[in-house]
């Protein structure tokens, strides 16, 4: 918090643009505009966390094996985005398919003249 409003008020007195701030002290000019706008750190997120039951997911995972991470999250009540990231963390990955999409394609015929 000092050494924030220490680089402000020297950028102040001293007249300085944001560059040369972030040049003078190390740090970035994104950062430095966000100290302007609001000096005291973000201590807090806007959204709480969501846990996510890993019995119940992998329940879920068994009971319906070709669900999409939205259908999961419509019943067990969070975001789909949570879904993905448990999944990973339970070692989960997407389904791919043995075939590339070169040997899926129907095989173009050749007309002779």
């Known amino acids: ?50 846990k996510i039951n890993r019995a119940a997911l992998l329940l879920d995972v068994e009971t319906y094996p070709e669900a999409s991470q939205y259908e999961r999250a419509q019943r067990m009540g969070v975001s ?8 990973k963390r339970a070692g989960f990955s997407y389904k791919k398919n043995i075939l590339s999409s070169q040997n899926r394609r129907p095989s173009s015929k050749r007309f002779s003249d």
């Open 1 to 50: 918090m000092k050494f924030r409003q220490h680089v402000l008020a020297i950028k102040k007195q001293e007249k300085l643009t944001y560059a040369e701030t972030a040049t003078r002290f190390c740090v970035g000019i994104a950062s430095l505009m966000r100290w302007a706008k609001r000096i005291d750190p973000c201590l807090t997120r806007d959204k709480p966390a969501t």
């Open 80 to 87: 789909a985005r949570g879904i993905g990231d448990a999944l």
